[in-house]
């Protein structure tokens, strides 16, 4: 095909700078900001994808100084380092720091007067991104805010104003529905960009691309080949300094109805006619369509929650889950879940597709995983073939991203043993260009106006449906989760959910 791009990936990468901009961060004073937000931007600015006629101000609660702010996020650039000193210097000049309450009106006054100043002074022409990083119970506020104050719109000759918001978008489906309604009521659909990092990842991209870009496939992605697909999000790390926000989300809302409903949903969906963000976004919100909602006698048999206790990872001893810093002493909140879903459309119908994400668990892993059928006929006898495991394509989203085929080969040798091996694709042999991290595609992504890997409004209110009667039934349940030992998989009682059906968990 030459230097011409396929028509199904046309327009799904813009490689271009964005437009002068006044990023206004909402939260600045939190750990996102510093951890992932402000390395993204010095990366996007080192990488020349920001205009020099950048600016980034900063509202937070906290009374800090514009030099302390300053300081604060050139040490967070440092910590990720190496810094490019022109691309911090071009960032430095332009960055602010408005402190005050979310709902203060002085707040936005006083934003006002900065934007203002910055669309003088280093040329950010009207347009606005604000990116909403707060606690969400602010988000509704903010936006409110700013539409009473008129900043909602670019200002004069500005092209655009857009709001990012993170998750987790609302606490349920009622809520979700109602803090988009608010939204509305101040922006356009196509001004709100709901991100979900996991989006931004290269190899949960790759999905996409290994399915859609491939003839070989596509032909055995559905219930005649495949016996069940795991999709696993692990990690090591306990909830750390986040009680205050994990205690009220728990694994269901931080994981569950985001992260995990997303790479199901990029998994199972349908080819798209083209990437345009409709093409992807109709075809995931299809595929969330079809996923069978639970009863709630379901949510007892199909769904596992549970808690880590103290326990070994690492060689090290770690507190249980009701020990760390601000965690309630009788708290219910599960930091595993563990469920069996169906898929019920003309592709799926019948396949099981298991899912589970926990804290503390023996290692950091996200993946993919489709177990293939047996043949109709293995010709040979049982004890050939005693090492023979199912098919299994195993797509590993992080760490060590890659692709692993798992199928059966002779074993060298004057008999006729069969074995499983595994064919294995890595992503940093292949490739030796570092990815970009998550936040800074997604950022340059809402920059240049390409919603195709945010959450449109009906997505993220499906992904609620799903999860809602899990919602419902651990509210009226008074028996808390199942308690396992940090460093292990789970519950024993997760093992149980496949055991019925004779598979198991991958170990990754
Ligand atoms: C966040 C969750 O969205 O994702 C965290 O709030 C979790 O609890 C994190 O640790 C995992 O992201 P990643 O990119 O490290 O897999």
């Known amino acids: ?70 300081e604060r996020m050139r040490k967070a650039v440092d910590e990720i380092g190496p810094v490019d000193e022109r691309a911090w210097e071009s960032l430095a000049r332009g960055l602010r720091y408005v402190a005050g309450g979310y709902d203060h009106q ?41 539409g009473q104050h008129g900043l909602h719109r670019p200002a004069g000759g500005g092209q655009f104003a857009r709001v990012v918001i993170e998750k987790p978008f609302g606490r349920d489906l009622d809520s979700a529905i109602e803090l988009d309604r608010a939204l509305h009521e101040v922006l356009d659909e196509d001004q709100i960009y709901r991100i979900d990092h996991y989006l931004g990842k290269e190899t949960v991209q790759n999905v996409l691309a290994l399915r859609f870009a491939n003839i070989i496939f596509e032909p055995v992605w559905n219930r005649r080949y495949v016996d069940s697909v795991q999709i696993t999000v692990a990690e090591s790390g306990g909830v750390g300094h986040r009680a205050g926000f994990y205690e009220e989300a728990g694994a269901l809302r931080d994981i569950v109805q985001n992260h995990l409903m997303q790479v199901l949903a990029l998994m199972a969906m349908e ?24 009863s709630p006698a379901k949510v007892a048999t199909e769904v596992v ?8 990872l690492g060689g090290e001893e770690v507190q249980g889950y009701l020990e760390e810093p601000d965690v309630h002493p009788a708290s219910h909140t599960e930091t595993y879940v563990a469920m069996r879903l169906q898929v019920d459309n003309w592709r799926w119908s019948g396949v099981p597709f298991y899912l589970r994400t926990g804290k503390r668990l023996p290692r950091r892993v996200t993946e993919v995983a489709l177990r293939f059928n047996q043949v109709p006929h293995l010709p040979f006898a049982p004890t050939q073939a005693a090492g023979l495991g199912p098919n299994a394509l195993v797509l590993r989203i992080q760490p060590d991203e890659g692709i692993t085929l798992r199928f059966g080969a002779k074993v060298p040798g004057q008999a006729f043993d069969v074995r499983s091996v595994s064919m294995d694709f890595s992503y940093g042999a292949a490739f030796p260009e570092e990815p970009p991290e998550a936040y800074e595609r997604l950022l340059h992504d809402a920059l240049v106006g390409d919603p195709t890997l945010f959450i449109r ?21 008074p028996a808390p989760p199942l308690p396992y030992p940090a460093g292990t998989w789970g519950p024993e009682r997760a093992d149980q959910l496949l055991a019925d ?3 198991e968990w991958r170990r990754p």
């Open 305 to 312: 929650r549970g808690q880590y206790r103290r326990g070994w």
């Open 1 to 70: 095909m030459g230097e011409t791009t396929h028509p199904l990936f046309e327009g799904l990468r813009i490689e271009r700078a964005a437009a002068p901009v006044a990023i206004v961060i909402f939260g600045a004073s939190g750990d996102l900001t510093s951890r992932k937000l402000m390395p993204a931007l010095h990366a996007l600015m080192a990488g020349h994808q920001l205009s020099p006629s950048t600016a980034v101000v900063g509202v937070g609660r906290s009374e800090l100084s514009e030099d302390h702010f300053r």
């Open 106 to 146: 002085a707040t936005y006054r006083r934003l006002e007067e900065v934007l203002c100043d910055l669309d003088e002074r280093v040329g950010t022409a009207g347009n606005r991104l604000y990116y909403l990083s707060t606690p969400p119970g602010v988000f509704a506020t903010a936006v409110r805010r700013l």
């Open 271 to 294: 080819p798209p006619a083209s990437m345009s963000p409709k093409g992807i976004r109709d075809e995931k919100v299809k595929a969330l369509e079809a996923v069978d909602i639970l």
């Open 501 to 503: 059906n004779g598979r």
């Open 457 to 477: 409004t009906d997505e993220v209110e499906q992904a609620w449906r799903i999860v809602q009667p899990l919602l419902d039934a651990w509210a009226d349940d």
